[in-house]
């Protein structure tokens, strides 16, 4: 059958292989793909396998998994798919980092007080209620998408544009991310799931009340983490991160917190407090970037007043970035790895979650359901940056 599609489509003798399987299936299939000689590259020709999320469970079945299909495969011919960031959204964060000179000298501990992440959604699990069962919010989130956005953030210049210049610098952020200890899995981690409530003017139901829900279920709907950042740009400027479902607005954005300037300048006059400045980078819906900064309110007074400087890429240039999988899907074809985890990606993320997945599998949650549909999420999530004396930026 390959030989005839080869042959009707001039295909080159090139094969990409796509394993919609359950994720229990991918290593037997790729283990397939080599009995059958389906893998191997010979004459110039390409053989890449795309896998879907998620890849493992925690460190030890996501290293069991790679190290199988490794067996089989060349850490090149694997495309480990995730299409929460299109290209031009990762472009676009990398362009703005280091194209523009005003921004990357104060890109550090010096400047920034601190940078939140956030990725919210409106939507409830939908009909994939018997996948969240098995999963939950941080083994759905965290290790692939939010941590994608901190290593955008966080990493050092790549070299180049190459695929793999540019994953060598996220891997290292991923590596300098402190793993929790027991101890700071309970105050460093928040955990929430959804009870009844309204989205809009709709009225939508519990957690608990879903398809294929268990009716006295544990499973997270909302995750919020403090993570440190080892090493020497990013050292005692704390990373929050918070996704969840049901949540008051659908929005993914990154905010870079600046320090407060010096007072002293003020202190006779009407300025009672002065703002710290903020960068947003908006992912989506709508990608853009804001700067606040303070500014006189004009009139024989001092007084101050916060303005915001927004740019749309959508008013700019007329077109919104694809996120779509027929990005990746092309990005596969052409060999391009840039958007797709390696393996030392993989496995560092889950480094930092597992710790968290076992403390919570030995303390379930008593209080669960703990927010209300079209909230914000649980009130620990306020609290875990009131304690360092900080809150959540609050999206329009």
Not at 7 to 13: A, L
Not at 24 to 44: H, I, P, T
Not at 222 to 240: E, S
Request: with cysteine; glycine share 6%.
């Amino acid at each position: 059958m390959i030989a005839q599609v080869e042959k009707e489509h001039n295909t080159q003798g090139n094969h990409l292989y796509y394993l919609a399987v359950a994720p229990k299936f991918f290593g037997e299939a790729v283990r397939q793909l080599g009995v059958a000689g389906l893998a191997q590259e010979a004459g110039g020709h390409w053989r890449r396998v795309v896998i879907e999320k998620p890849f493992g469970r925690d460190l030890d079945s996501a290293r069991a998994l790679n190290a199988e299909i490794k067996h089989v495969l060349e850490e090149r011919q694997i495309y480990r798919i995730d299409h929460y960031l299109g290209k031009e959204t990762v472009q676009n964060i990398m362009m703005f980092r280091f194209a523009n000179g005003i921004f990357e000298p104060i890109w550090n501990r010096r400047y920034i007080d601190h940078v939140q992440i956030t990725s919210a959604e409106t939507i409830g699990v939908e009909q994939r209620g018997g996948y969240y069962e098995t999963a939950g919010a941080l083994r759905d989130m965290v290790p692939n998408h939010l941590f994608q956005l901190v290593s955008l953030t966080a990493m050092e210049p790549p070299i180049s544009f190459h695929a793999d210049a540019v994953r060598d610098e996220q891997a290292k952020v991923l590596h300098a991310i402190q793993p929790p200890v027991p101890e700071e899995v309970l105050s460093r981690t928040v955990r929430g799931q959804y009870d009844k409530g309204w989205i809009g003017k709709e009225r939508v139901p519990a957690y608990r009340a879903e398809n294929n829900v268990a009716p006295d279920s544990n499973i997270e709907t909302f995750v919020a983490l403090k993570l440190k950042i080892d090493n020497w740009r990013w050292a005692d400027v704390p990373f929050y991160l918070r996704t969840g479902k049901r949540l008051a607005k659908r929005a993914t954005e990154i905010t870079i917190q600046f320090r407060r300037a010096p007072f002293q300048l003020f202190r006779n006059t009407a300025v009672e407090r002065l703002h710290t400045n903020r960068l947003v980078l908006h992912i989506q819906p709508d990608e853009g970037v804001s700067l606040q900064f303070d500014a006189k309110i004009p009139g024989p007074i001092m007084r101050m007043g916060a303005v915001e400087m927004n740019f749309n890429y959508v008013d700019y240039f007329g077109e919104r970035p694809s996120t779509g999988y027929e990005r990746l899907i092309y990005d596969c074809m052409i060999g391009d790895a840039t958007l797709f985890q390696r393996a030392d990606m993989v496995e560092a993320g889950w480094s930092v979650v597992t710790p968290i997945l076992d403390v919570w599998k030995a303390l379930l949650p008593r209080a669960f359901p703990n927010y209300p549909a079209g909230s914000w999420g649980p009130p620990e999530s306020d609290e875990l940056l009131a304690r360092d004396g900080r809150e959540w930026r609050q999206i329009p």
